[in-house]
């Protein structure tokens, strides 16, 4: 084993000498240095407790300049980010491929440069060409957007430090990538998060707002290490149908706003157009009231939205194993309730084929949805339509009861807003000033009641 260096401290300053001497060379002092002999060689080479510098520790009170968020024109975008883009923070978004990421990237970019701010695309997927071509369609080419192809980290920071800072840089996307430093092929997992530590660093030092675009798995999850989602700020997933024209902007994370909050786009022919009213898009419009057929305010972050669902209900042959196929609710949850309704209420589905959708191809996780399912699934049982015009809201327990739902009545006003005039669930849910003709439902045998008797 190596023979351990002798090193000496000086009491006073904390300078490290390799030998000693009476006066310190740093602080003039004398006699002030102590030898300290580390253990081995190796803990004399890994200690990090000397040699740094010093770390600069502010009081959470103290007064300083507060980051104004950058509007990005879009305010859908803007809704979901929290208000804006914040100076220095990083977002991931993620989405199916086709889904329309980066086109929503380039309007946004396109909306901050005509601010007159300065906005860098880098593209790593297409080249520079085919992303004009993009903006030409979108009619966008008129933008002062400074785009580039390129995939090497190394380069794009060496020329982002050569020029004036921008204040928004979008990379699309980040596991196309590759730094000179780590081994491997672009995309893999040392890449991926070694190409993100460096140009989250470069925003942060910079004040920039850094949006990467990521791929998504096969389940819907982003691509790559894990630890990416905890380098950035925001999350965000934009998620839909290729078959509808909406998409939805969610954040799953969000260091500097609520994750609750949505945008709401609808695709066309010049790209993605804000939706101010989402109901809309998940109602179907019919005039005369259909049987098996519910609407249901759902609530996102503070935004309802009014869903419709559609229950059928087809009676089979005795002996017939009958089928249970739910879209956009969960079929857990779909068993719960037909069995509330069988043991609680007495109604027989055993006999008969469920099918359970939620229109427009919105997915509900909401509880407050389970009165409005059961409405649906007794109406289509019944043939029976539900009143014209009517919300239904309300958790269904095991024992058949219908328990209270948070913001019922901030549900309630927005249903009045869009021409419903009759609302149904709990008993203790404050209808307020909505203008709604409210009826409260203590149990779930009072619905069936209701649509039976109706």
């Known amino acids: 084993m190596a023979k351990p260096k002798k090193r000496y401290v000086c009491q006073a300053c904390g300078s490290v000498s390799h030998r000693w001497q009476g006066q310190c060379a740093d602080c003039a002092e004398w006699n002030t240095l102590a030898e300290d002999a580390p253990a081995t060689v190796f803990s004399l080479k890994h200690d990090l407790s000397s040699g740094g510098r010093a770390v600069e520790f502010v009081d959470l009170d103290k007064p300083g300049e507060v980051p104004i968020r950058q509007k990005t024109g879009l305010a859908e975008f803007d809704r979901a980010l929290g208000g804006g883009l914040v100076p220095g923070s990083a977002i991931l978004m993620g989405g199916d491929p086709g889904i329309g990421k980066s086109t929503l990237l380039l309007q946004a970019a396109a909306k901050v440069a005509r601010e007159g701010h300065g906005v860098v695309y880098v593209s790593g997927e297409e080249a520079a060409g085919q992303v004009r071509m993009r903006a030409a369609r979108l009619g966008l080419s008129d933008a002062p957007v400074k785009l580039a192809a390129a995939t090497g980290v190394r380069d794009i920071l060496t020329t982002l430090g050569s020029m004036e800072t921008p204040k928004l840089l979008v990379i699309d996307s980040i596991q196309t990538m590759h730094s000179d430093t780590i081994e491997g092929a672009p995309g893999t997992v040392s890449q991926v998060r070694g190409c993100a530590f460096e140009l989250i660093r470069y925003a942060k030092e910079n004040g920039v707002a850094l949006v990467l675009v990521g791929h998504v798995t096969k389940d819907g999850n982003i691509a790559g290490p894990r630890v990416l989602e905890h380098m ?223």
């Open 232 to 454: 950035v700020d925001v999350v965000m997933s934009f998620e839909g149908e290729r078959s509808h024209q909406y998409r939805i902007l969610r954040a799953l994370k969000n260091r500097f706003g609520a994750v609750d909050e949505i945008g709401v786009f609808a695709m066309a022919g010049d790209g993605l157009e804000e939706v101010e009213n989402p109901s809309m898009l998940f109602l179907s419009g019919h005039e005369q009231p259909m049987a098996g057929s519910a609407v249901f305010p759902a609530m996102e972050g503070t935004r309802p939205v009014l869903v419709e669902i559609q229950a059928l209900i087809v009676k089979l042959q005795s002996g017939a194993t009958p089928r249970r196929a739910v879209v956009g609710w969960d079929n857990g949850r779909l068993a719960m309730l037909l069995a509330v309704l069988e043991s609680r209420c007495g109604l027989s589905f055993s006999s008969a084929e469920v099918y359970l959708n939620v229109a427009g191809g919105y997915r509900l996780s909401d509880p407050a949805a389970d009165l409005a399912v059961a409405a649906a699934l007794v109406s289509a049982l019944a043939d029976k339509p539900l009143p014209d015009r009517s919300v239904w809201l309300g958790e269904v327990s095991l024992a058949g009861e219908v328990r209270p739902v948070a913001h019922g009545g901030i549900r309630l006003k927005e249903s009045a807003k869009l021409g419903f005039d009759k609302g149904f669930g709990p008993s203790d849910t404050k209808n307020g000033s909505s203008g709604l003709q409210y009826s409260g439902l203590g149990q779930l045998a009072n619905l069936v009641d209701r649509v039976m008797s109706s």
